[in-house]
């Protein structure tokens, strides 16, 4: 009689833990799941009257296009900051094709 309570309680404690388990797999798991969807604000918001949008042409670079926009009152580096923030790029890094906003400096 004492082993089938002592069973019955190990059965019970791991079933427990297998549904915390569970649970928190969920959450995690549909977490990751939200943050490459728009739900995590990964695109940015459409141009405005004032900004232009351009696309990437082969061999551009960010300093490029940045030069190319840029009226010579603001650091280049400054003018690629503002369109790599925009465009909510994570480095310098573009591709032919691409769509950039380029946003009124």
Not at 2 to 7: C, F, G, H, L, P
Not at 10 to 39: E, P, Q
Request: one cysteine or more; hydrophobic letters at 40%; charged letters at 25%.
């Amino acid at each position: 009689m004492k082993v089938t309570k002592s069973v019955v309680r190990l059965v019970k404690r791991h079933t427990v833990k297998a549904i915390v388990c569970s649970a928190l797999f969920t959450l995690l798991f549909t977490s990751f799941l939200m943050m490459g969807t728009d739900a995590s604000g990964t695109s940015p918001e459409a141009a405005s009257n004032e900004e232009q949008v351009i696309t990437v042409r082969p061999g551009d670079t960010l300093w490029e296009i940045a030069k190319q926009f840029n009226d010579s009152s603001h650091d280049i580096r400054y003018v690629v900051y503002m369109i790599k923030d925009r465009n909510e790029l994570h480095n310098a890094e573009i591709k032919s094709g691409q769509k950039l906003i380029i946003p009124n400096i």
